[in-house]
Nanobody, 115 residues
């Protein structure tokens, strides 16, 4: 079993920054894919960014050059640094880890960008 605990969400003004963290525990294997997804009200969940244990990354076009995903393999933790936040970034952000054939989700953390 795998558990994911997110932290770091909150309310921020447009142009501001937030850093999300997600710590994984349980049956974690070294080869895995960790990522962040988000879901805004009335919309489907979408990929924000993901990173392999080797450090390869990919991003949604809407967040390129503003968001940075990173991970600490020793701590089984993934981070999402979000800069230049826009109102359209408002959503619940979910952490995800894929291990073999298993995909696990955190409960989500709310990010609200508003003046």
């Amino acid at each position: 079993q795998v558990q994911l605990v997110e932290s770091g969400g909150g309310l921020v003004q447009p142009g501001g920054s937030l850093r999300l963290s997600c710590a994984a525990s349980g049956s974690i294997f070294s080869t895995n894919l960790m990522g962040w997804y988000r879901q805004a009200p009335g919309k489907e969940r979408e990929l924000v960014a993901r990173i392999t244990n080797g450090g390869n990354t990919n991003y949604a076009d809407s967040v390129k050059d503003r968001f940075t995903i990173s991970r600490d393999n020793a701590k089984n933790t993934v981070y999402l640094q979000m800069n230049s936040l826009k109102p359209e970034d408002t959503a619940v952000y979910y952490c995800n880890i894929v291990i073999g054939f298993g995909s696990y989700w955190g409960r989500g953390t709310q990010v609200t960008v508003s003046s």
